[in-house]
């Protein structure tokens, strides 16, 4: 008989951004003459830069050409974006990160949710809460939890954030292997100092465990005392994983585009005490079972470091911004209060009511979708999350109901 991966049926009902996407379409299917606003998922909505564009007709062009036309490429990614990636976001800022420890993806949720798999099954994970839920997820799924009870999976080490702590986790208070770290924070917008981060690159060496830092919103920091990356730190290249991506950087959310950073130093143990570079099982892992992004993809993922797309690029994150500013703003003038939306796309407000009951009034008495903060996790709860990628006319538009709906 075959049988399912049990694990399966932890999980819970369906994952966060589907459950919201079947409660709109079916309010929107009661209400079709309501034009609803969503500042839910953080999908960008502003078009792709030009630099981009032209490199991907460029491309595209060359792949009708049978002098130029290219079949599979390298799995890790072709060397040319490698290497820009390497020079444009490590090393001219004085980063420590070499082409070959740069592995192209299609997207950093993918990236965030398969890394697991080049971990025993049976060590210790410690997960932020509120989380973006693929962390999660994927671990319930490869076994590593036990049941789900009382809004949290057995087994599984929580790294609250709370108001008091200003969403930044304390250290656990156990000795863990495996360490989730998100910054800017999806869904909290909250940012970490370098000597906070300092101090959890300290403890996993000192505990031989491995951090995996999703820095998905990096483009977003505008603050130079924050860190961009984890290998500002010092002893991170041999602790730490970092995980980035085009998507909110470059608007390539339709096109699909990242990348993880695995530095050759980066080590974990058989249960013998074998010392084992995760920069060559994740290559094994890599080769296995991607075959990278397509070429035209790549061209444009490159041109982001063209001068134009740099500046092109610049343009987009000062867009959404803007629209975070406002955003926060006016959730404050409301008497909400809020983090994020700083160095951040991300505005976490405290609606200091039910996150759903909150999530179901914006929805149907302002009509615009937010994320309820519990779908992100325990301490989520109370919390909602409102996303500043949509055009600036909408978001004014989306205050201006919410503010009607809540005076
Ligand atoms: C979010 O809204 O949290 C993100 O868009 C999800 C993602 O990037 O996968």
């Not at 082409?99 to 994970?125: H, L, R, W, Y």
């Not at 292997?177 to 869904?187: A, G, S």
Request: some cysteine; charged content about 25%.
């Amino acid at each position: 008989m075959i049988r399912i991966n049990e694990n399966y049926k932890k999980l819970q009902s369906s994952y966060l951004f589907s459950d919201i996407a079947k409660r709109v379409s079916a309010f929107q299917k009661e209400n079709p003459e309501k034009k609803i606003i969503k500042l839910g998922i953080g999908d960008v909505t502003r078009p792709l830069p030009q630099a981009c564009i032209d490199a991907m007709h460029m491309a595209a062009d060359e792949m009708n050409d049978i002098k130029t036309f290219r079949g599979y490429g390298p799995e890790q990614g072709y060397d040319f974006l490698r290497e820009a990636i390497a020079k444009n976001d490590y090393q001219l800022n004085g980063i420590d990160v070499a082409p070959d420890e740069v592995f192209v993806s299609d997207g950093a949720k993918c990236d965030c949710g398969n890394i697991q798999e080049i971990f025993a099954s049976d060590i210790t994970v410690a997960i932020p809460d509120p989380v973006y839920p693929v962390y999660l997820d994927t671990n319930v799924m490869a076994g590593r939890t036990g049941f789900y009870k009382e809004g949290r999976y057995e087994g599984i080490v929580y790294l609250d954030g709370t108001a008091e702590n200003g969403f930044v986790p304390e250290l656990p208070n156990k000795k863990v292997d495996l360490i989730y770290l998100c910054f800017p924070n999806n869904p909290t917008g909250a940012t970490i100092s370098r000597d906070e981060l300092k101090r959890w690159v300290d403890y996993a060496r000192a505990n031989r465990a491995v951090i995996l830092y999703d820095a998905a919103y990096e483009a977003f920091i505008r603050d130079d005392a924050l860190p961009k990356s984890i290998f500002e730190i010092e002893g991170a290249r041999d602790v730490a994983i970092e995980f980035r991506s085009f998507s909110k950087t470059a608007g390539f959310t339709g096109i699909r585009c990242a990348f993880t950073v695995v530095p050759k130093s980066c080590c974990a143990y058989t249960s013998d005490g074998e010392k084992v570079a995760l920069n060559g099982l994740w290559n094994r892992r890599h080769t296995t079972k991607f075959n990278s992004v397509s070429y035209p993809v790549q061209r444009a993922a490159e041109a982001v470091y063209s001068s134009e797309g740099k500046k092109q690029v610049r343009a987009l994150s000062d867009y959404y911004l803007k629209n975070a500013a406002l955003i926060r703003k006016e959730m404050a003038a409301l008497g909400f209060d809020c983090i994020g939306g700083e160095n951040s796309p991300y505005i976490w407000v405290n609606g200091k009511t039910d996150s759903w009951a909150f999530f179901d009034r914006l929805l149907k008495e302002a009509g615009v979708v937010v994320t309820p903060g519990a779908g992100f996790g325990k301490c989520g709860q109370g919390y909602i999350r409102i996303s500043a990628f949509n055009n600036y006319e909408d978001v004014q538009k989306a205050m201006e109901r919410i503010k009607e709906a809540l005076e």
